[in-house]
Each structure stands twice: as C-alpha cells, then as structure tokens.
C-alpha cells in the first residue's frame, strides 16, 4: 500500500483545512486508517484514525469536536481518508502523516505508532497566530 498525504498550508487560527490520504491497492476498505502529527522538536503524535469500515472512529483529547475524520470505501471510490480540521490553533502546526494498519479491532489501541504497516510522506499545517 502506498500512501499520498495531502492538503496542507497555511492557515489562521481559527481556519480550517481538509487533508487527503489517497491510498494505493485494492484493498482499501480492509485497513484502518489514522493520522498523527509531528511539530518539531516533538514527538509524532495520534490525531485521529477510522475503522476499517467506517463504523468507529478515535480522537486525541486534543481535537476532538473539531477534526474530523472520514473515509470514502464506496466502489470505484478514490480510495480516501480525509482530515476536516477546523477551529484550527497555532498548537495544531505540524507535519501531518497518514498511516494504515492491516490488522484491526475494537480493542485496538488506535494512537499506538507501531499498530500502523505503512505511512505517507506527511503533509505540512501551519497555523498563523
């Protein structure tokens, strides 16, 4: 699976963006899909990733109620998992990276790095206060 980030910019705080991950293979709607972030001199940390299916999703405390995920598994889709991030804060400035896990369950720890099989190139935010 290779995977492409997009989206990224500048933003005011306050703004929004809406990051892509358009992912390769035909497989799509068998991974779980998340995205972290990495300011630097940081830790990459989980932003938010989305079952297999669509049927659960999972924030950090950080944004939840102002990002948003989604992904689209429809046939002949794209093969996408999107960010809606929206109230945006200079604390969200970071380079955002899409991954992808082959195995996943309900019980699944979705912040923990090493559950992720394969990982975008990242895509820079910068929110201008």
């Known amino acids: 699976v290779q995977l492409q980030a997009s989206g990224g910019g500048l933003v005011q705080a306050g703004g929004s963006l809406r990051l892509s991950c358009a992912a390769s293979g035909r497989t799509f709607s068998s991974y779980a899909m998340g995205w972290f972030r990495q300011a630097p001199g940081k830790e990459r940390e989980f932003v938010a990733a989305?079952?297999?299916?669509?049927?659960?999703?999972?924030?950090?405390d950080s944004v939840k109620g102002r990002f948003t995920i989604s992904r689209d598994n429809a046939k002949n889709a794209k093969n996408t998992v999107y960010l809606q991030m929206n109230s945006l804060k200079s604390e969200d400035t970071a380079v955002y990276y899409c991954?992808?896990?082959?195995?996943?369950?309900?019980?699944?720890?979705?912040?923990?790095?090493?559950?992720?099989?394969?990982w975008g190139q990242g895509t820079q935010v910068t929110v201008s206060s």
């Open positions: 989305i079952a297999p299916r669509g049927s659960r999703t999972y924030y950090a």
């Open positions: 991954a992808a896990a082959r195995v996943w369950s309900d019980s699944d720890d979705p912040s923990r790095i090493a559950k992720y099989d394969y």
